[in-house]
């Protein structure tokens, strides 16, 4: 079956339509789906994307329904943080937010101070609900649907943004690394290249049903951040670890 029908396939499955087919594509090239039949591809793919995009798709949260402080508490991987706090933390004199993988973080805009918030996100009813919370605000703020490995185009989205930048990770590298390992340091050079002021990278310390605590170093990315650029900080925060930093 050509790569064209596999996708077809797997989009089937209304949910993966709201995925952009450039990732479907990437999915699907990774090793140990590219040597299975067909069937076996299909499912494989389907149960890949599942795990890292659309199992935050609940019926609640897409039905465009709830207001902002019901999407925060229901969204999976965002239900537990107190964004008051975090952005007090982590905000110092930037004005302009980049929010790559930005889920549904959007909704925490009012929290944000009314900086510049520019969010990029791969699951387009996400994308179709923040924008139409933004316009009815009138927030200065707007997401794009964007494969964020198209590298070129996340460039181009950061040199359109004038004034002190930072980025937000949160829960991205482990997505990242799994379609292409090391993209993540691939990108983090590439945005401190383009004058990012800072970066916070985030990830889970317990299971999303949150009665598991578990060991989540990432010992490779904190050597990574430690060899090649200036800590900033370094916290755990309601089952996320938060590490933020900066140019050496």
Known sequence: MEKVELIKKIQEKKEFLEIPESIIERVLELKEIKQKDNE??????????????????????????????????????MKDRNYEELYTRILNGENVVIDLGCGMNGFSYKYLGGKKYIGVEAINIFVKLMNDYFNKNKFNAYIFWMDLFNLDKIKELVLNEKGKKIVFMFNLIDALEN???????????????????????????????????????????????EENFYVLDDFEMNGERFLMFGKK
């Open 40 to 77: 076996d591809k299909i499912k494989s793919a389907r149960a890949f994307l599942r795990k890292y995009f659309s199992v935050f798709m609940t019926n609640k949260l897409v039905s465009g329904n709830l207001n902002e402080d019901e999407v925060l508490a229901k969204h999976i991987s």
């Open 179 to 225: 379609i292409e390992r090391d993209y993540s340091k691939k990108l983090i050079f590439a945005l401190f290249e383009l004058g990012i002021e800072k970066i916070v990278l985030s990830w889970p310390t317990k299971s999303i049903s949150g009665k598991n605590k578990f060991n989540a170093k990432r010992s490779w990315i904190i050597n990574f951040v």
